[in-house]
């Protein structure tokens, strides 16, 4: 199947040709008849399946035909995070560059008069974190009885981060006769509660977990005492031939700490977290995207929906608390056909959440010693399938040749960057 059996108009279909994509994803080839159809849906798939391509597209046709009134936005997208929100609105600006729509981006962080004069012009697509949205509501400034089409997208993350209230106060706030599309990773059981509150009769759309970023990564488990975790950092770094790197922490504290740390051995680091002004977010991306910082500390909820090519490495300072953020970190390299390794630090601490990655990847680590200082180390054993995982994601490690180490480490930080490919991986569009 090709984009042009989907029925979308000429305009968005040269948008995407333009980019080079050809033929959809699965969960693309089956969403967006249905929501061409104005049918509600619940889209259940991981990261890297293009899932957000699914409602931008069908949207943009179907705002095509309308105008927008003074403060009454005539489509929602709500996102957990600032950064998400602004890689949806980059897409709508590429591939409805045919169509004649205004958007506004309402996120924390950023100029609230900037946003209010978008608002008072009229926008077709208002894209918006949930505490930002309601704030511009409270204050008069954002009338919500004109909204055709609300999409919910991230919802377990919505949940991770406590929004779930917010977003029952907000679908509160909109006319019942609209299109309703949630799209989600997991179902438990608050989203479940939610798609029988809010859609009506929805087609459900479920992909299997995007399994190709894994099976080009080969990765490693470590064990270490909690204060020996920097030095054996440090190690891992000298070892690996590192081009670029995410560090992940799971606490904000942490990132800040492990940057600082290793910006003073010598490292191009920076650090990112959800506390850190919006500005400086997008300046540390950019400057990570540019390679001018070359390793980015962060905590899952700032590297949610970031896309950058060709990253070598995945370090995780901490074991994640839960499995499905260690196969969103690790996919974070592996991308687009290329190779990539990951490592994981895990204490005497760690043992619960260690077992729980083991079932859902349906295979065991076994811990490699960074004291032998060998060359790279061997690949992990595999254990037997365990039969109710749902993530396949491979263990077993690729020889690959031994590259020179880098001569030196940068330090900088700046903006400009890119990302390519099909799917959620590359433009932002395909998530």
């Not at 991981?46 to 931008?56: E, L």
């Not at 993350?157 to 917010?166: A, E, S, T, V, Y």
Request: with cysteine.
């Amino acid at each position: 199947m090709n984009f042009e059996d989907l029925g979308l108009s000429p305009e968005t279909l040269k948008a995407v040709n333009e980019r080079g994509y050809k033929e959809p994803t699965p969960i693309q080839a089956k969403a967006i008849p249905a929501i061409q159809m104005t049918r509600d849906v619940v889209g259940l798939a991981q990261t890297g399946t293009g899932k957000t391509a699914s409602f931008t597209l069908p949207m943009i046709d179907a705002l095509s035909g309308g105008r927008a009134k003074m403060r009454m936005p005539r489509s929602l997208v709500l996102e957990p995070t600032r950064e998400l929100a602004a890689q949806v609105a980059d897409n709508f600006d590429v591939y409805g560059k045919y169509h004649n729509l205004n958007k506004a981006l309402l996120v924390g962080g950023e100029s609230m008069n900037e946003q209010m004069k978008l608002l008072e012009q009229g926008v077709d697509v208002l894209i918006a974190t949930p505490g930002r949205l309601l704030d511009l509501f409270e204050r008069g400034h954002i009338l919500l009885n004109d909204i055709k089409i609300l999409v919910i997208d991230e919802a377990d993350r919505m949940m991770d981060m406590g929004f779930i209230p917010d977003i029952e106060k907000i679908v509160s706030l909109i006319p019942p006769m609209r299109q309703t599309l949630l799209f989600s990773a997991t179902m438990p059981p608050e989203i479940k509660k939610l798609t029988e509150k809010f859609l009506s009769n929805p087609k459900e759309v479920t992909v299997a977990a995007a399994a190709s970023p894994a099976e080009t990564v080969e990765q490693f488990l470590v064990k270490v005492h909690y204060k020996e975790k920097n030095n054996s950092l440090l190690t891992m770094l000298d070892q690996e031939d590192v081009r670029n790197a995410f560090i992940f922490c799971n606490r904000k504290k942490d990132v800040d700490t492990v940057a600082k740390f290793l910006s003073s051995k010598g490292f191009a680091a920076g650090a990112m977290h959800g506390d850190m002004p919006q500005i400086k977010r997008t300046e540390t991306l950019q400057g990570f995207k540019d390679d001018k910082i070359k390793l980015l500390v962060c905590s899952d909820v700032a590297a949610r929906g970031i896309d950058v090519n060709n990253v070598s490495h995945v370090f995780n300072y901490d074991v994640p608390m839960s499995a499905d953020d260690y196969v969103h970190r690790i996919g974070r390299t592996g991308r687009a056909g290329n190779t990539g390794r990951a490592w994981m630090m895990a204490t005497d601490r760690d043992d619960k959440f260690l077992d729980a990655i083991q079932k859902l990847i349906k295979k065991d680590f076994e811990p490699f010693d960074l004291k032998g200082k060998s060359k790279k180390p061997s690949a992990p054993k595999k254990s037997s399938p365990k039969s109710d995982a749902n993530v396949d994601v491979k263990i077993e490690a690729k020889k690959t040749p031994q590259k020179s180490k880098p001569k030196q480490h940068e330090k900088s930080d700046d903006d400009s960057g890119d990302s390519s490919s099909f799917g959620d991986d590359i433009p932002a569009f395909l998530r």
